[in-house]
């Protein structure tokens, strides 16, 4: 079945430094989302990523989806604490609406 | 609108006992899908239900079954609770023809 590889697993960063963590896929993607998670809540729909080496941006995040449509990437630019969580990929492929997650990626910003 | 509601939000519970938990989707969803999210493993699907049909499952035991009502709402049982059922149970509910999942805050079931 598709898997969703997400990496790395946890970062710590300076607040200020920027962040990037990155996903993989077994298989073409149909469209890739982005999720965040605060501690002790719930994912939250960041973003949908559909076309091949799309690039979008949200105030300091950029998102990038692959040439392949297999990766993805999530940027966060200057960190802040308020950028606290965990971010998750999730894709799509095959016809099926139901996402596939990634483990998630664990950011951690000391000020 | 209203998000998508989830109760209860805590719930202790001991070994063989079973549990139903709650979901009711945001307004003009048909879509409801559950997902049991651990340290360890991460966010797991369980199942999702459309228009009071199971349309796809995860690969969890029999143990876990669910059922959605005519108003979209759904609700999820989990038989003969084990203590590896200690987790958090996320419901997404998402408009037709879309993927994007919208979470609800989740029911945190602890097991003893």
């Known amino acids: 079945g598709q898997q969703v590889m997400q990496i790395p697993q946890y970062q710590h960063v300076q607040e200020g430094e920027d962040f990037t963590t990155y996903c993989n896929s077994s298989?073409?993607?149909?469209?890739i989302q982005w999720y965040k998670q605060r501690p002790g809540g719930h994912p939250v729909f960041l973003i949908q990523?559909?076309?091949?080496?799309e690039v979008k941006k949200q105030k300091r995040l950029t998102f990038q989806f692959g040439e392949a449509k297999k990766n993805s990437s999530l940027h966060i630019t200057a960190t802040q604490t308020t950028d606290v969580g965990t971010y998750f990929c999730?894709?799509?492929?095959?016809?099926?609406?139901?996402?596939?997650f990634g483990r998630g990626t664990s950011l951690i910003v000391h000020p | 609108k209203a998000g998508v509601t989830q109760t209860p939000r805590y719930l202790i519970k001991t070994r063989g006992q079973q549990v139903t938990l709650s979901c009711s989707p945001i307004?003009?969803?048909?879509?409801v899908s559950w997902y049991q999210q651990t340290p360890g493993q991460g966010l797991q699907f369980l199942f999702e239900?459309?228009?009071?049909?199971?349309?796809n499952k995860g690969n969890f035991p029999g143990r876990f079954s669910g059922r959605q009502f005519s108003n979209s709402r759904s609700e999820m049982n989990v038989s003969t609770l084990e203590l590896g059922d200690s987790a958090l149970y996320l419901c997404?509910?998402?408009?037709?023809?879309?993927?994007?999942?919208?979470f609800g805050p989740g029911t945190r079931l602890l097991v003893l």
């Open positions: 239900y459309f228009s009071e049909t199971q349309r």
């Open positions: 307004s003009g969803h048909r879509s």
């Open positions: 298989t073409t993607l149909s469209n």
């Open positions: 999730a894709g799509t492929s095959g016809g099926s609406y139901i996402p596939t």
């Open positions: 990523l559909v076309k091949s080496g």
């Open positions: 997404a509910s998402r408009a037709p023809n879309q993927e994007t999942q919208y």
